[in-house]
């Protein structure tokens, strides 16, 4: 798998799915608020003999508006959420394809959003946001 295609595969899914968010298949220097990005990595090779398949663990970030509180932390709440219309999760679902398809439009065989965690504030330069950390793996041939 090409490991920079998977990550702006990852980006261009959820941007398909909630179009209100800012995405990256990188780390941005700056983040235009609400921002998702695909960051760290960790890949996992030859889970099949041969080459056949190799896993990738990517850390994703989701930052949002930190001017107030509450309406800060319920933006990512509703892009968090399991289903609707601002769901990181049903664009990622949506990317997979049909049962038999490749994901991410051939990219890879398949990806699952495992979790979310480290709800918490992030600091990026001298800006500070509401976020997540969503971590995605993505199965697919070595």
Excluded at 16 to 26: D, E, H, I, R, W
Excluded at 57 to 82: I, K, N, P
Excluded at 88 to 96: C, D, H, M, N, S
């Amino acid at each position: 798998m090409d490991v920079g295609a998977v990550r702006k595969g990852l980006a261009r899914a959820v941007k398909a799915g909630v179009p209100s968010l800012n995405c990256f298949g990188y780390v941005p220097d700056s983040c235009p608020e609400p921002c998702f990005y695909a960051g760290e990595v960790e890949i996992t090779f030859d889970r099949t003999f041969g080459r056949g398949l190799d896993e990738i663990e990517v850390t994703c970030r989701l930052l949002v508006s930190r001017a107030d509180d509450r309406s800060g932390q319920a933006a990512l709440d509703r892009y968090l959420a399991g289903s609707g219309p601002h769901s990181i999760k049903a664009a990622l679902v949506a990317a997979r394809g049909a049962p038999g398809e490749l994901a991410l439009d051939g990219l890879c065989d398949d990806l699952h959003l495992m979790r979310v965690q480290a709800y918490r504030m992030y600091q990026v330069g001298e800006v500070q946001y509401y976020g997540a950390e969503l971590i995605v793996r993505v199965i697919g041939r070595g």
